[in-house]
């Protein structure tokens, strides 16, 4: 081996340390996070259960007031009161879904 050869070895052998040490200061970094995001991450999985509840009203009403928009847009074009009346309950149900998963 040259000088410079062993010149060229300290300078790699110096870098890889050195990138080792910064390495090994991330991990530290990390496993001091992990704790502060497995907390966050429990706290979000509780908020998704309490609002996937809800969601599952709020997704039933939207689907009844469609119906009962559709309902009665064909009750008025073939002027039948049976069908506006089924539209009207189909609504009735409708906002009783939306209350039900506003606030309960």
């Known amino acids: ?6 010149m060229l070895y300290k300078r790699k052998r ?5 990138k080792l040490a910064s ?7 990390y496993d001091g996070e992990k704790a502060d995001i497995t907390k966050d991450a429990k706290n979000l999985e509780a908020q998704q259960s ?14 009844l007031l469609q119906i009962a928009i559709m309902l009665s847009a064909i009750s ?3 002027k039948k ?3 506006w009346y089924l539209g009207l309950a189909c609504g009735v149900a409708g906002l ?3 209350i039900k998963g506003l606030y309960l």
């Open 1 to 6: 081996m040259t000088y410079y050869d062993i």
């Open 14 to 18: 110096k870098y890889l340390t050195e």
């Open 23 to 29: 390495v090994d200061a991330d991990i530290v970094r």
């Open 50 to 63: 309490f609002y996937m509840e809800h969601s599952q009203s709020l997704g039933m009403a939207a689907m």
């Open 76 to 78: 008025a074009l073939l």
């Open 81 to 83: 009161p049976h069908t």
């Open 96 to 98: 009783f879904f939306m």
